[in-house]
């Protein structure tokens, strides 16, 4: 079993930066994807950013690419999504995910390790 835990989220302003933090524990090498989804208030859930678990490849959504990086710490099971610029659009709940497959799905019902979520809420 694959466990998902988030750190880092947060009230922030609009233009300030934010780091989310996902740990992975238990059975860490059924993990080869990994990424993020974000829900905001009153939406369903919307990929974010990916990353292959060796942090070989990076894919980002088109709605954030540019202010967003996601990152691999390969030594300590954790993953990391650098947030600079941030808008109010962006208040979200921010969930770290994997997936045992090549290509994170950008449908969540397809993705199949979730974290429990974090929030993240830019004021104006």
């Known amino acids: 079993q694959v466990k998902l835990v988030e750190t880092g989220g947060g009230l922030v302003q609009t233009g300030d930066s934010l780091t989310l933090s996902c740990t992975a524990s238990g059975r860490t090498s059924d993990i080869y994807t990994a990424g993020w989804f974000r829900q905001p208030p009153g939406a369903g859930r919307e990929f974010v950013a990916g990353?292959?678990?060796?942090?070989?490849?990076?894919f980002y959504s088109e709605s954030i690419e540019g202010r967003f990086t996601i990152s691999r710490d390969n030594a300590k099971n954790t993953m990391n999504l650098q947030m600079n610029s941030l808008k109010p659009e962006d208040t979200a709940v921010y969930y770290c995910?994997?997936?045992?497959?090549?290509?994170?799905?950008?449908?969540?019902?397809?993705?199949?390790?979730w974290g429990q979520g974090t929030q993240v809420t830019v004021s104006s």
């Open positions: 990353i292959r678990w060796d942090g070989s490849r990076t």
């Open positions: 995910v994997g997936d045992q497959s090549g290509a994170l799905s950008s449908n969540p019902r397809y993705v199949q390790f």
